[in-house]
């Protein structure tokens, strides 16, 4: 697994040298993972989002794939938000995520209700 640090502000002028740089990392290697470290990412936007998108698609053309590490809680409220969660996958953290147990829910039918169609 290689590993390669994305940081800053990303925009249209950083994807051409992002891209090559991934090129070079996963080159003659089919079937690698490349680590993206993006912990120094700043302000995630849109166009952040974009260039890692163009990134993993740069590596499923060389039959690698992208996996991101430390995203901050913004980006992946993007990712999510884009519908890009699942392609640019995220590394597991340390620590499992807390959660509110699930609340039952009671349906409760009044005589004389028509039913639902």
Do not use: F, H, W
């Not at 700043?42 to 166009?47: H, I």
């Not at 740069?58 to 690698?64: D, H, Q, S």
Request: hydrophobic share 40%.
């Amino acid at each position: 697994m290689r590993t390669i640090s994305v940081s800053g502000p990303l925009g249209p002028r950083d994807l051409a040298a992002l891209c090559e740089r991934v090129r070079r990392e996963l080159a003659g290697t089919p079937g690698a993972t490349l680590v993206c470290d993006v912990r120094e990412l700043a302000a995630p936007e849109a166009g952040t989002v974009g260039a890692l998108a163009r990134l993993q698609l740069t590596a499923r053309r060389l039959g690698c794939d992208v996996r991101l590490r430390g995203p901050s809680p913004e980006l992946c409220e993007l990712l999510d938000l884009c519908g890009l969660a699942e392609v640019l996958r995220v590394e597991a953290r340390g620590q499992p995520e807390q959660r509110e147990q699930p609340l039952r829910v009671q349906e409760r039918v009044e005589m004389g209700d028509p039913p639902v169609l």
